[in-house]
């Protein structure tokens, strides 16, 4: 079992930055695919972006450009860096990784772009 605790969410404007982390316990070295997930009352859950342990990475059309994700394997830890917030950013936004055969979830850190 893995757990993931995620954490850097807050309140920032439009425009503004935020940066993500993900910790998993005891390792994430099992977790050849980790990513970030984010949730918004009324919508389905909404894939953001992933990266593997080879260094690959994926982003939802949405984040691309704006969103970096990157892995530090040593620390156990997962990050996403946001820049140029906007109000659709806004959600709980929750840690995934996967081992091929089962999937692992945080409990969301809360995320909300207002001016």
């Known amino acids: 079992q893995v757990q993931l605790v995620e954490s850097g969410g807050g309140v920032v404007q439009p425009g503004g930055s935020l940066r993500l982390s993900c910790v998993g316990s005891?390792?994430?070295?099992?977790?050849?695919?980790m990513g970030w997930y984010r949730q918004t009352p009324g919508y389905e859950r909404e894939w953001v972006a992933y990266?593997?342990?080879?260094?690959?990475?994926k982003y939802t059309e949405s984040v691309e450009d704006r969103f970096t994700i990157s892995r530090d394997s040593a620390k156990n830890t997962v990050h996403l860096q946001m820049n140029s917030l906007n109000i659709w950013d806004t959600g709980v936004y929750l840690c995934?990784?996967?081992?091929?055969?089962?999937?692992?979830w945080g409990k969301g850190t809360l995320v909300t772009v207002s001016s």
């Open positions: 995934w990784g996967f081992d091929g055969e089962t999937e692992y």
């Open positions: 005891p390792s994430i070295f099992r977790l050849y695919k």
């Open positions: 990266i593997t342990t080879d260094g690959l990475t």
